[in-house]
């Protein structure tokens, strides 16, 4: 078997392989390989097998994307378009291609890279992480605040949209987790088509906006309405003012529409802007807990190289600090070494040391810890990893940081 970088000559069989996989139409998938902002058919990988007949077997695609981590943009590997032909599945193709993958991106120095799995299990033994936890919130228009500031709320037009990349980057670069940053194509080829139902919160200057689609669920009974209902797409806010006002402006609609579709982070306080945190149909009352989100398993994140990743951390710890850590990585062994953290005045140096380690797991561990996702100390409490335990406090402190976040748009 061999694996090689796709050219123009691919592009009808990888089309087709994709659009049998994920149920799309062909022509569709053939645009959104040939001309996407974001990766072209040089980021696809092949593998054929002669004695197969010699087309294209599998594929995978390696997109290289920046994202916002701790207030820094680092480069990431995003696996995408992985596939194999019918007939060839349960025979380790898609492994072969993984563990492929995981060398070309050590080698393109991709410090980590994120995927959205169809299984969370398959991509685990390549060392990825659940790291995508979400709020899946369900709400109702009523239950949300009569907040003042929806007042400055305006629609969106065309001439808004530097503004709006401008409130986007601003949240990322302050809040983002692992959150992709956007260029200009993707913007205008991708995410703007999308911007049917856009507001803008404006109160002099551009602070947030809030996209999303209103569709009619299907009717419960032949003849009867759908229930109307709000997608939340995007919605970005750089203070409070900008939150209040957009979500007093959701809740304004609740005349047209009663309920409310929000994928959120973990951390996202979004109960401060509700009268009631409930769910829909609530009539349990005297019931101790009343369920107005689910919780969403998404995206996996793994770090492709342990000192390099180390080394683009930046941190708030006041005193400096030096800590040895041993990360077990079963595929890229170059990561298995004994590594010396230096923390000093927000940086991270790294060198191989021989002193004795103090904190060892695994790489899906420590990817859980570097995503700021777990913490160091909760890892070693279940019995995921080893240390020192006079260093966990410090170490929880150095790696903590939001949850991780892709917004829906760059879902890849
Ligand atoms: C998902 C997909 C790419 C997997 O491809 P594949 O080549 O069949 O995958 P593999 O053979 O490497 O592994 C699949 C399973 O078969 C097992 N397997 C591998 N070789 C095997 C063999 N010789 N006999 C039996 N099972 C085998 C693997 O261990 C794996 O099991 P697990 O899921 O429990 O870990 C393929 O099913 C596909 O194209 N699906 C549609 C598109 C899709 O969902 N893509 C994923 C996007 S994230």
Known sequence: ????????????????????SFLEDTSVIRVSIENNPRYSLSNMFVIEDKSLGGGVLGCLRITPFEVYSRGEVMP???????????????????????????RKMYEMEFPVSMLFPFKHRFYKKFGYAYVGNLAQYDLLTGDILNLPERSRVRAFV?????KVKRVLEQDIQLRGSFTPTRNDSF??????????????YDDGETKGYVVYELYKEPAPVPGAFGEPIINIKELVGL??????GLWGFIGSLGEQVSRVRYLAPTDYPLHLFLKEPRE??????????????????????????VPDALR????SLDAQADFVIKINDGNLPQNSRPFNMHVHK????VEETSRPVQFESDIEIFSQIYSGFLQPGDAVKYGFAAADPSILPKLDELFRAPSPFIYQFDIF
């Open 1 to 20: 078997m061999i694996i090689r970088q796709a050219t123009g000559s691919d592009a009808d069989q990888i089309a087709a392989l994709l659009a049998k």
């Open 76 to 102: 990431m590997g995003g696996i995408a378009a992985v596939a194999v032909q019918p007939e060839a599945r349960r025979r380790g193709i898609a492994e072969t291609l993984m563990e492929d993958a995981l």
């Open 158 to 162: 065309k001439a808004d949209r530097n």
């Open 187 to 200: 913007w205008d080829l991708v995410v703007f088509p999308k911007f049917k139902e856009a507001y803008i």
């Open 239 to 244: 203070d409070a003012a900008a939150h209040r």
């Open 280 to 305: 829909r149909d609530y009539r349990r009352l005297f019931f101790e807990y009343k369920s107005f989100s689910t919780v969403a398993s998404g995206f996996m994140l793994r770090v492709i190289n």
């Open 312 to 315: 683009r951390m930046k941190h």
């Open 346 to 349: 927000g940086e991270v140096a």
